[in-house]
T-cell receptor
């Protein structure tokens, strides 16, 4: 079964703690993305990566970090510098060559204790 | 002002009715237009993907793009309770290299189809 998996489904963060959200895809897609979704605001781009070992900041990268060491994996770390981390986080992937659209994972809901 | 505007709803319709959704946008560089369906606490699922102006039909779904008016629509015929979800429009420009195939999303419209 091809697709995008995200884990965990729910994540709780304590004050001052860094937490890492996992995203894995077996679609052989080159590009991967991280979005944040808040009620009524649609999806906002945090980081994206078009190829292994390369990634770029999106619109709201402050307080987040990523790595892309493998084609299949694009983990997102929410650092203690992100003061309002409570949100629904969505990972997506796409074929970069051409103009195909993005396909999304099931999401991770991050809550602050 | 947001680049993409979408009425948040909720839009409530009886089963069997036509659901009409729309988005307006301000960036004339947008060339590709998408509609995603998102059930509560799930990831968005691609429904329709269209290029430039015109209509596209897929089963009960019809997507329309009017670039001259910067207005896109999604129609759902013979709506079912299972169509109850949030519908997100998304769009992007032609260049893949620019900002890595970045999508710009509307805020989503919540739809309720009542049996």
């Amino acid at each position: 079964d091809g697709g995008i998996t995200q884990s965990p489904k729910y994540l709780f963060r304590k004050e001052g703690q860094n937490v890492t959200l996992s995203c894995e895809q077996n679609l052989n897609h080159d590009a991967m993305y991280w979005y944040r979704q808040d009620p009524g605001q649609g999806l906002r781009l945090i980081y994206y990566s078009q190829i292994v070992n390369d990634f770029q900041k999106g619109d709201i990268a402050e307080g987040y970090s990523v790595s892309r060491e493998k084609k299949e994996s694009f983990p997102l770390t929410v650092t203690s510098a992100q003061k309002n981390p409570t949100a629904f986080y969505l990972c997506a992937s796409s074929i970069v060559a051409g103009l195909e659209t993005q396909y999304f994972g099931p999401g991770t809901r991050l809550l602050v204790l | 002002q947001k680049e993409v505007e979408q009425d948040p709803g909720p839009l409530s319709v009886p089963e069997g009715a036509i659901v009409s959704l729309n988005c307006t946008y301000s960036n004339s560089a947008f060339q590709y237009f998408m509609w995603y369906r998102q059930y509560s606490r799930k990831g968005p699922e691609l429904l329709m993907y269209t290029y430039s102006s015109g209509n596209k039909e897929d089963g009960r779904f019809t997507a329309q793009v009017d670039k001259s008016s910067k207005y896109i629509s999604l129609f759902i015929r013979d709506s079912q309770p299972s169509d109850s979800a949030t519908y997100l429009c998304a769009m992007k420009g032609r260049s893949v290299k620019a900002a890595g195939n970045k999508l710009t999303f509307g805020g989503g419209t919540r739809v309720l189809v009542k049996p």
